[in-house]
């Protein structure tokens, strides 16, 4: 799906994409940062449990504070489509540096 933007949130491109949904990255205009946006897929985003599900997961990671998890910015529906905005980390995808070999022993 081809987004310009997801609420007020300007997307840049698209770095992820799961079951469920889809993960962009996008500029937050107002403060003037680099987000992730998380979408559900809007033909799941019309099954009420799976929209349930996803507002639990916004609010349980918004009510987490620590250095290891994700911070939750925002949370919104545009046009049907249910959306949470979060803090942006980039780096290696794990599951790359897992099949490249570059993660060493668990002992290490």
Partial sequence: MDHKAIGKYQIIARIGQGAMGEVFKAHDPSLNRMVAVKT????????????????????????????NIITVYD????????YMAMELLEGSDLKDLIMGGTLGSLDR
């Avoid at 809007?42 to 009420?48: A, C, F, N, P, V």
């Avoid at 949370?75 to 249910?82: A, L, N």
């Fill in 75 to 82: 949370f919104g529906e545009e046009e049907g489509q249910i």
């Fill in 40 to 67: 559900i897929s809007s033909s799941l985003g019309t099954e009420s449990e799976l929209r349930r599900r996803f507002l639990r997961e916004a609010q349980s990671a918004a009510r987490l504070n620590h250095p």
